[in-house]
């Protein structure tokens, strides 16, 4: 989930837990702003914030730490052979905001040069993205290549040509990707069905100054989240202890498995049958719907709610995803320095283990025409180019929405290319070494057991199963009665 409405509510000057935000400073990172303002959600929605647009949100294994990189990163060319190109080929995409659609255009002028393809656009909201597989198939005008959410990827796993993206993988090298970012996209079967481009992960930000002061741990534990709201907590003064989502969305969803799987609960068990109803999703289910019942501002909390909440200072402790720390150091701060009331959990060490919900965004080729698959493999290597340093193809790209657009590879988040941009260099030294990176390396979601894939996950959040179940512990229903007929109800769907 993003911070969204950040031009709404200007904070009081006169705070002293967080740096203020001055009129000239929004309106100066105002078009910045509009390029990533969004929510977020489960399996079943739209997760990756983008113009505008909500996004969705495994489990996985460990992962290299990455080289030191240099000012170019990684040089991946273009390895397919230009014979036997098509004329023109379609990207499908759901970069809606014109300004990325004009940027991916800029970063595909010189491979339309060199290979004489025409490249097409075809831009859909995100949430939109399994429709549109499903209807281009059947009407037989499936794009050559795509840009697409995991939900989605999964969504059209059947049409999806897994030897030619493996071979892109290989060509840029397995080594090169993170461990974890690789295994988002892995079939289950040894194959990618995607490459992967970038990844996010869920926080949970908080005012350092207001933990200081008052002598708080840090809300990395279930522990210390609940100690930390509950001594912020005042609602006679309009001041809440936290904000977790709870409304009909997918954020919910989304919000609640950084709880759930740092408990170890999962939807799927090993075996690919339903454990909603083992005893650590009861606990997950209860804990979080106690936070939101005891500490959370009154009536349903969504994605729209959490910036002008934390921007009016009546929340101190919240959930988000990693994009938050773009908004405080574009708009909050002009040096590293502005930003010391500022911080962020990036992953949950939670009674069972130490984690985070997460996504990878990647790319990949539908199996058309052998011209076409050609044609996606090396346009798929040129966007993954960092040949030029900061004006490569891929480092531009990434540096369309700092914060949200992570590097999948270690070389290149190393990178000093990568780190050569106005807002990243904001961001403290140890974010780039070692926060984001190690929640890379850690993220989870419910539809993934280590190397298993289980596809039914789409079905079950894209009926809303986990989010009612999670609203109805919020209002106070029996965490165990909950769950037990929720694990019904997937039971009978998926059956």
Same mark, same amino acid.
């Given at each position: 989930?993003?911070?969204?409405?950040?031009?709404?509510?200007?904070?009081?000057?006169?705070?002293?837990?967080?740096? =203020?935000?001055?009129?000239?400073?929004?309106?100066?990172?105002?078009?910045?702003?509009?390029?990533?303002?969004?929510?977020?959600?489960?399996?079943?929605?739209?997760?990756?914030? %983008?113009?505008?647009?909500?996004?969705?949100?495994?489990?996985?294994?460990?992962?290299?730490?990455?080289? @030191?990189?240099?000012?170019?990163?990684?040089? %991946?060319?273009?390895?397919?052979?230009?014979?036997?190109?098509?004329?023109?080929?379609?990207?499908?995409? *759901?970069?809606? !905001?014109?300004?990325?659609?004009?940027?991916?255009?800029?970063?595909?002028?010189?491979?339309?040069?060199?290979?004489?393809?025409?490249?097409?656009?075809?831009?859909?909201?995100?949430?939109?993205?399994? $429709?549109?597989?499903?209807?281009?198939?059947?009407?037989?005008?499936?794009?050559?290549?795509?840009?697409?959410? !995991?939900?989605?990827?999964?969504?059209?796993?059947?049409?999806?040509?897994?030897?030619?993206?493996?071979?892109?993988?290989?060509?840029?090298?397995?080594?090169?990707?993170?461990?974890?970012?690789?295994?988002?996209?892995?079939?289950? @079967?040894?194959?990618?069905?995607?490459?992967?481009?970038?990844?996010? $992960?869920?926080?949970?930000?908080?005012?350092?100054?207001?933990?200081?002061?008052?002598?708080?741990?840090?809300?990395? %534990?279930?522990?210390?989240?609940?100690?930390?709201?509950?001594?912020?907590?005042?609602?006679?003064?309009?001041?809440?202890?936290?904000?977790?989502?709870?409304?009909?969305?997918?954020?919910?969803?989304?919000?609640?498995?950084?709880?759930?799987?740092?408990?170890?609960?999962?939807?799927?068990?090993?075996?690919?049958? #339903?454990?909603?109803?083992?005893?650590?999703? #009861?606990?997950?289910? @209860?804990?979080?719907?106690?936070?939101?019942?005891?500490?959370? =501002?009154?009536?349903?909390?969504?994605?729209?709610?959490?910036?002008?909440?934390?921007?009016?200072?009546?929340?101190?402790?919240?959930?988000?995803?990693?994009?938050?720390?773009?908004?405080?150091?574009? +708009?909050?701060?002009?040096? $590293?320095?502005?930003?010391?009331?500022? @911080?962020?959990?990036?992953?949950?060490?939670?009674?069972?283990?130490?984690?985070?919900?997460?996504?990878?965004?990647?790319? $990949?080729? *539908?199996?058309?025409?052998?011209?076409?698959?050609?044609?996606?493999?090396?346009?798929?290597?040129?966007?993954?180019? %960092?040949?030029?340093?900061?004006?490569?193809?891929?480092?531009? *790209?990434?540096?369309?929405?700092?914060?949200?657009? !992570?590097?999948?590879?270690?070389?290149?988040?190393?990178?000093?290319?990568?780190?050569?941009?106005?807002?990243?260099?904001? *961001?403290?030294?140890?974010?780039?070494?070692?926060? #984001?990176?190690?929640?890379?390396?850690?993220?989870?979601?419910?539809?993934?057991?280590?190397?298993?894939? +289980?596809?039914?996950?789409?079905?079950?959040?894209? !009926?809303?199963?986990?989010?009612?179940?999670?609203?109805?512990? #919020?209002?106070?229903?029996?965490?165990?009665?909950?769950?037990?007929?929720?694990?019904?109800?997937?039971?009978?769907?998926?059956?």
């Amino acid at each position: 989930m993003c911070v969204v409405a950040i031009l709404n509510g200007m904070p009081d000057d006169n705070n002293k837990y967080v740096s =203020p935000v001055t009129r000239r400073r929004l309106l100066r990172g105002s078009a910045l702003a509009m390029a990533g303002l969004a929510g977020c959600s489960g399996d079943g929605g739209s997760n990756t914030p %983008t113009s505008g647009d909500g996004g969705d949100g495994g489990d996985g294994g460990d992962g290299g730490d990455g080289g @030191d990189g240099g000012d170019g990163g990684t040089q %991946t060319e273009t390895s397919t052979p230009m014979a036997d190109f098509p004329d023109e080929m379609t990207l499908l995409h *759901f970069e809606t !905001n014109e300004d990325r659609r004009q940027a991916i255009t800029e970063i595909a002028d010189p491979w339309e040069e060199e290979t004489g393809v025409t490249l097409n656009q075809r831009a859909v909201a995100e949430a939109d993205l399994p $429709t549109e597989i499903g209807s281009s198939a059947a009407a037989s005008t499936l794009p050559g290549t795509a840009e697409l959410s !995991n939900r989605a990827l999964f969504s059209g796993r059947g049409i999806v040509s897994r030897e030619d993206t493996t071979q892109v993988v290989q060509n840029i090298g397995e080594d090169a990707f993170y461990d974890r970012a690789l295994q988002f996209v892995n079939d289950g @079967d040894g194959n990618y069905l995607g490459v992967p481009l970038y990844a996010w $992960t869920q926080t949970i930000p908080y005012s350092e100054d207001f933990r200081q002061e008052n002598d708080l741990p840090v809300p990395n %534990t279930w522990d210390g989240f609940e100690t930390f709201a509950e001594a912020a907590h005042d609602p006679d003064n309009d001041q809440y202890g936290c904000l977790l989502a709870s409304d009909q969305s997918q954020f919910t969803a989304q919000t609640f498995q950084m709880f759930a799987l740092s408990n170890d609960a999962h939807v799927f068990g090993e075996d690919g049958s #339903i454990v909603f109803d083992d005893d650590a999703m #009861i606990e997950a289910l @209860d804990f979080y719907g106690r936070m939101c019942r005891n500490y959370n =501002p009154p009536g349903d909390m969504g994605s729209g709610d959490v910036g002008p909440i934390w921007n009016n200072r009546q929340v101190y402790l919240y959930s988000s995803n990693i994009i938050s720390i773009y908004f405080e150091a574009a +708009f909050q701060a002009e040096t $590293t320095a502005d930003l010391d009331y500022y @911080d962020f959990v990036a992953l949950l060490d939670g009674p069972e283990k130490e984690t985070t919900f997460g996504e990878v965004v990647s790319t $990949t080729t *539908f199996d058309l025409s052998d011209s076409q698959k050609r044609a996606s493999r090396s346009f798929q290597e040129h966007f993954q180019s %960092t040949e030029g340093g900061v004006d490569s193809p891929y480092i531009s *790209f990434l540096h369309l929405q700092p914060a949200l657009f !992570n590097p999948t590879r270690p070389e290149v988040l190393n990178s000093d290319a990568f780190r050569n941009q106005e807002i990243i260099q904001r *961001f403290r030294d140890e974010w780039l070494d070692e926060t #984001i990176p190690n929640s890379i390396q850690n993220m989870e979601r419910f539809g993934r057991r280590g190397e298993q894939v +289980f596809p039914q996950i789409g079905d079950i959040t894209g !009926n809303f199963l986990v989010t009612d179940a999670v609203r109805s512990v #919020i209002d106070g229903n029996d965490a165990e009665t909950v769950a037990t007929d929720t694990a019904d109800e997937m039971r009978s769907l998926i059956s």
